[in-house]
């Protein structure tokens, strides 16, 4: 059975940091690639950044510069932080993991609340 749990969302002010945390397990073939999405009230879901197997990595332009995103592939576990958070950061953060082989399979989490206050 696949799992992918996210953990580490919650409040934080202005300027602060958070770390989000998310692990897979279960999943059989090969991962391609794993990332970090989001999702505000009323809004459609949103890229945040990707990593490769290969360790290449991509942000969207709302969130170069102040956030983060890593993998530990022996732990099938990525990390995002995020630092300098501002209010529109706020929303339900998703982890993705993409199987390339046997057959293309995005796995997702459940997600993870993540509030900046002004």
């Known amino acids: 059975q696949v799992q992918v749990v996210e953990s580490g969302g919650g409040l934080v002010q202005a300027g602060g940091s958070l770390r989000l945390s998310c692990v897979a397990s279960?999943?059989?073939?090969?991962?391609?690639?794993m990332g970090w999405y989001r999702q505000a009230p009323s809004n459609e879901r949103e890229e945040v950044a990707i990593i490769t197997g290969g360790g290449r990595t991509t942000y969207a332009e709302a969130v170069k510069g102040r956030f983060t995103i890593s993998s530990d592939n022996a732990k099938s576990t990525i990390y995002l932080l995020m630092n300098r958070l501002k209010p529109e950061d706020t929303g339900v953060y998703y982890c993705?993991?993409?199987?390339?082989?046997?057959?293309?399979?995005?796995?997702w989490g459940q997600g993870t609340q993540v509030t900046v206050s002004s």
């Open positions: 279960g999943i059989v073939g090969g991962i391609n690639s």
């Open positions: 993705k993991f993409s199987r390339a082989w046997p057959d293309s399979t995005d796995y």
